[in-house]
C-alpha cells in the first residue's frame, strides 16, 4: 500500500458513497485508476466491505452501557464467547488486563431490558459478577473496521 491507498481509503471512510472520480480529484488520479486500486484493495482483503451506520436509537437501542466482566478462575476466551453470543444486547466485547476478565459493550431498550441482559450475564457458568457504567452521553466515536 502507499499514499494514494491510503487517501482512498481516508476518504472512503468519510464517505463510502464517493464516486470514483471525486476521490481522484482529490488524491490526483483519473476514476478508473482509483477503480483499479479499490477492486485491488477489495481483491487483497485490505477493504472488507462497504456499509453504513444507523443511529442504534432508530434500532431502539438507545440504552447504553460499558460492562466489566469478572470470572471464577480462568476461563478461556472462546468460553466467554460463548456467554457472549448468547446475549444479543452485548455488540462488542474483548478480553482484557486488570482485574476484570472482559470489558462488554451492550446497547438495549431501556434500562430494564440492560438488566434483563445484565442479570443473564451474570447467571452464566464461571460469571462471577459484573461492573457496569451506563452511558450518559457520547462524546467521540471513531468507526475503524
Known amino acids: 500500500m502507499d499514499n494514494l491507498d491510503h487517501g482512498i481509503i481516508d476518504l472512503l471512510r468519510l464517505n463510502a ?6 476521490i481522484g480529484d482529490v488524491i490526483g488520479l483519473s476514476a478508473s485508476a482509483v477503480k483499479r486500486r479499490v477492486d485491488r484493495l477489495v481483491g487483497d482483503g ?19 452501557a460499558y ?5 471464577r478462575g480462568t476461563v478461556a476466551p472462546d468460553e466467554l464467547k460463548r456467554i457472549l453470543l448468547d446475549v444479543p444486547e ?20 431501556d434500562i430494564a431490558s440492560l438488566e434483563v441482559a445484565l442479570e443473564k450475564l451474570r447467571l452464566a457458568p464461571n ?4 461492573r457496569s457504567a451506563i452511558v450518559l452521553s457520547r462524546l467521540i466515536h471513531r468507526q475503524h473496521d
Open 17 to 22: 458513497r464517493a464516486g470514483y472520480g471525486d
Open 46 to 64: 485490505v477493504i472488507r466491505g462497504f456499509t453504513i451506520q444507523v443511529d442504534p436509537a432508530v434500532d431502539g437501542l438507545a440504552t447504553e
Open 67 to 71: 460492562v466489566e466482566l469478572f470470572c
Open 90 to 109: 452485548v455488540v462488542d466485547a474483548g478480553t482484557v488486563t486488570g482485574s476484570a476478565d472482559a470489558i462488554v459493550h451492550m446497547r438495549s431498550r
Open 127 to 130: 460469571v462471577d459478577h459484573t
